[in-house]
Nanobody, 124 residues
Framework: QVQLVESGGGLVQAGGSLRLSCAAS????????MGWFRQAPGAAREFVAA????????YYADSAKGRFTIWRDNTKNTVYLQMNSLKPEDTAVYYC?????????????????WGQGTQVTVSS
């Protein structure tokens, strides 16, 4: 069992930056690939970024490429999402997920555990 807790969300102006963190409980964090997804009001949860268990492989949605960076620190059981050049359309609740799979990490149903989410609001 892994428990995930996101933090770092908030209100920021367009063009600004935020860093999200996702802290995991348990001693098996390094076994999990980790992903960030987001869900805007009235919309489906969508993939943002993912990272392999080792940190060697990363994946990004087209909307995140060049602006967002995902990385992890397995010594701290934490995965991060640095978000730069934020846009109003980035406004959403951001969730981190943990997956025991190594492939198809862009897909929602590949994830076994989810955090409660953190709100990101980007004003224009």
């Amino acid at each position: 069992q892994v428990q995930l807790v996101e933090s770092g969300g908030g209100l920021v102006q367009a063009g600004g930056s935020l860093r999200l963190s996702c802290a995991a409980s348990g001693r098996t964090f390094s076994r999990y690939a980790m992903g960030w997804f987001r869900q805007a009001p009235g919309a489906a949860r969508e993939f943002v970024a993912a990272i392999s268990w080792s940190g060697e492989s990363t994946y990004y949605a087209d909307s995140a490429k060049g602006r967002f960076t995902i990385w992890r620190d397995n010594t701290k059981n934490t995965v991060y999402l640095q978000m730069n050049s934020l846009k109003p359309e980035d406004t959403a609740v951001y969730y981190c997920g943990g997956s025991l799979y190594v492939d198809y990490l862009t897909l929602l149903d590949q994830y076994h555990y989810w955090g409660q989410g953190t709100q990101v609001t980007v004003s224009s």
